[in-house]
């Protein structure tokens, strides 16, 4: 059944208004920020429109914002904080190594004991550090550039890798702008990154294994042959896209077959939807992984997990991987506690059971209702897209999804006690911290919205 667009506008008008006035401290202070922080923020993905909430604190799964508002947090950092905040456990690692010392530029024991637990779960026997998302696939590009003598690298339409450029090329690109059939367009995100660099970055769409064999073949045929496909094993930045049955396993033998490095992406499926990653959930085994986000516990910390014949590179120094901060000892010693302490199986059995009853309870909604919209979740992710038919990739996301609901939904939520990223492609990011109440309350805030989109 159809929605009503006027019904859709009105409701957003009146959830917007309302935000604005259980929001004036934040709006406050982004008088005062604006005046030393450039639009008011520390992070262009922190902006909104009139002002961003700034937050006070945080405790389990629960955010306050400096207006007193207490939300259940489903944005979590960006999916950072699968722990929940102020994590005793983390706390106590980080305030005991504090006391130690912070920062050394040398090496510590915890950065073995964290290589040793990644290297269990990501089946993956090197490991680097970095401090941050962009970092890892930043350094995972160039060691896959200096293993393969090649420039060019291969991604996915839409994927998010990143504020560096080689990855800044064809996200977030208006529907009639994507390319055809195996020529997709190779278009840089925002200003400021060089063409040269745009022109060596070519992209194919998610799940369709196919074009992408096509497309590594002209590649070559042109002696452009990539150095890497660097990719999500399942996209987090349309909502949640997942892989079709046999894609990942294509996409393994045709990387194979030409010599192409494939790297998994995991900064945000990692730590989140299983303790292995996509590589345990998929069982698909990259040459490369690249975390971040959950792995430091809210520790700016990241990771680059190599085999033996990838790292070789780095370990005879062809490539430098290097860094300051990489390996720094708060940020390792919130590693170890988080995937040590936090992130065991039994919170991973706990986020199973959360998020099974989440998207049961959204399912029902939607058939309640008959919105046009489905379900899609996997290990604490998850999301309700709002598309009347399935999103396979960004093309597909580009031309369903309703981008007006899904900024009704964000303002509808947040008015009622729910925190979700902003922004259209989102999806939440449960953590070990959450209750059936938590979620409970995120279902009956949809029937809520459900109920009004149809009064
Ligand atoms: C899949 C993926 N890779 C890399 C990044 C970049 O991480 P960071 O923001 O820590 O640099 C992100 C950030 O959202 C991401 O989602």
Redesign the pocket.
Known sequence: MELDRDRIRTLTERESGALDQRTRASGSLYERAGLVLSGGVASSYQARDPWPLYLERGDGPKVWDVDGNELWDFHNG??SMVQGHAHPAIGRAVSERYGKGTHFAAPTEDAIVVGEELAKRFRLPKWRYTN??????MDAIRIARALTGRDDILKIFG?????HDAVMVSIGVEYDQIGDGDDLASLPYGAGIPQAIVDMTHAVHFNDAEAMDRKIAALDAAGRKPACVIM?AAM??LGVVLPEPGYLDAVREITQRHGVILIF?E??TGICIAAGGAVEKFGVEPDMV?L??ALGGGL?T?AIGMTEAVAKVVEDGTVYQVGTYNGNPLGMAAARANLLEVMTPDAYAHLDHLNERILAGCNDVIAKYELPGYTVGIGSKGCVTFSPVKVTDYKTFKEHQDADLSELAWLFNVNRGIFMTPGREEEWTLSVTHTDEAVDHFVSVFAELAEELRA
């Open positions: 960006f999916g941050s998302g962009s970092e890892s696939t994927s998010y890798h990143g504020h999500e987090m930045n992406d900064v945000k690249t971040a986000k700016p990241g």
